[in-house]
C-alpha cells in the first residue's frame, strides 16, 4: 500500500483516513514487522506526562489517588481501569505515573487532533472495534509489547460506563486473556469524577500464577470484582452517586457523551460495550446511596 505523507493525510477525511491507518496495521503485521520505539517512549515518558498534567491545569481540573496498592516486580503490567467518559484517559495516566501504552478502540477521533500527537508520543495499541481482524491484530501486539515488558492501559468495559446504576460493567476477556498468555500483572483501577475532580483508587496486583487453576471466565469476574472495589473505595470518601439523584437518566447519559469532542453518541457507546447475555443486570444497586446522602 502506498505510503501517504502528513499533508496528504490530513487532507483525507477522517473515515479514509481511519481506513488507511487500518490498512497499514495489517500490512505491517503481515510483513513481519515488530513494534517499535517501546524503549525510547519509557525514556521520555516525562514529556507527554507533563503535557497531560498542563492539559488537566488548563481544563481546571483536578486528579487525587485516593488509595495505591501495587507492587513493584519485575513483570509487566496492564492496568485494567473503570471507563467513565470525558477527560478520564488523561487523569488515568496521570494518576498511575507509570509509562504504559494505550490500547485504544475505534481511535478515528484522534487522527487530526493534538491528543493524537500526544498518544503517539505516549505509544498506542489501535483498533476498529468492529473489524475481526483489526482486533486480532491489536491483541496480538499488545502481546508482543508485553512479552517485550512493556505495560498495557486498557478499559475492559470496552465503552464508557454510561450507566449511574452499575459499579463495573461486564467485562471483555482480553485483558485476562492477555495477562495470562504473558505472565503479566493485572492492576484494577477505578476512576470517578465529581464536577471537575477526579479520584483514582489503584488495586493489588493480581498476579497470574497464583490463579493458574482459574479458567478465563473466572479471571474476568476476580478482575470485575477488584475493579467493582477500588470504585467503593471512592464511593466511600463520597457516598453520592456520580449522577445527580435529580437528573433523568438519559439526560445523564447524555452529559457523559457531551464531554466528548469526536461526535460519539449514546448508540455509539452502547454498540461498544460488553453485554453478556445470560446475565440479569441489576438495575438499582445504587439504591443505598440516597440512604447515605
Request: proline share 3%; aromatic share 8%; hydrophobic share 35%.
Amino acid at each position: 500500500m502506498e505510503n501517504k505523507n502528513f499533508i496528504q493525510r490530513m487532507k483525507m477525511d477522517v473515515d479514509t483516513l481511519s481506513d488507511y491507518y487500518m490498512e497499514k496495521r495489517l500490512e505491517r503485521y503481515e510483513s513481519n514487522i515488530p513494534l517499535k520505539g517501546i524503549n525510547l517512549r519509557k525514556k521520555i515518558h516525562i514529556l507527554p506526562l507533563e503535557l497531560v498534567k498542563l492539559d488537566r491545569k488548563l481544563s481546571k481540573e483536578t486528579v487525587t489517588v485516593i488509595n495505591d496498592e501495587r507492587t513493584i516486580t519485575d513483570r509487566p503490567k496492564i492496568y485494567a481501569c473503570t471507563h467513565i467518559g470525558g477527560n478520564d484517559i488523561q487523569r488515568v495516566f496521570e494518576a498511575i505515573k507509570e509509562h504504559a501504552y494505550l490500547f485504544l478502540g475505534d481511535p478515528k477521533g484522534i487522527y487530526k487532533d493534538i491528543s493524537g500527537l500526544l498518544l503517539f508520543l505516549n505509544g498506542t495499541i489501535n483498533m476498529e472495534t468492529k473489524d475481526k481482524m483489526d482486533r486480532f491484530i491489536a491483541k496480538k501486539r499488545a502481546i508482543e509489547l508485553l512479552n517485550k515488558n512493556g505495560n498495557l492501559l486498557i478499559f475492559p468495559e470496552g465503552a464508557w460506563n454510561i450507566t449511574s446504576n452499575l459499579l463495573v460493567m461486564d467485562l471483555y476477556k482480553g485483558a485476562v486473556s492477555m495477562a495470562r498468555e504473558t505472565g503479566a500483572d493485572i492492576i484494577p483501577v477505578a476512576i470517578e469524577q465529581y464536577d471537575n475532580d477526579f479520584f483514582v483508587s489503584i488495586g493489588k496486583n493480581i498476579i497470574m500464577e497464583e490463579y493458574n487453576t482459574l479458567s478465563l471466565e473466572e479471571l474476568n469476574i476476580i478482575l470485575r470484582d477488584s475493579m467493582g472495589t477500588q470504585k467503593w473505595y471512592i464511593i466511600e470518601k463520597h457516598p453520592q452517586s456520580r449522577k445527580n439523584l435529580n437528573i433523568d437518566e438519559k439526560d445523564f447519559a447524555q452529559s457523559i457523551v457531551d464531554k466528548c469532542p469526536y461526535g460519539f453518541t449514546t448508540q455509539d457507546v452502547e454498540k461498544t460495550r460488553y453485554i453478556d447475555k445470560d446475565k440479569v443486570v441489576l438495575q438499582k444497586p445504587y439504591g443505598f446511596v440516597k440512604k447515605m446522602s
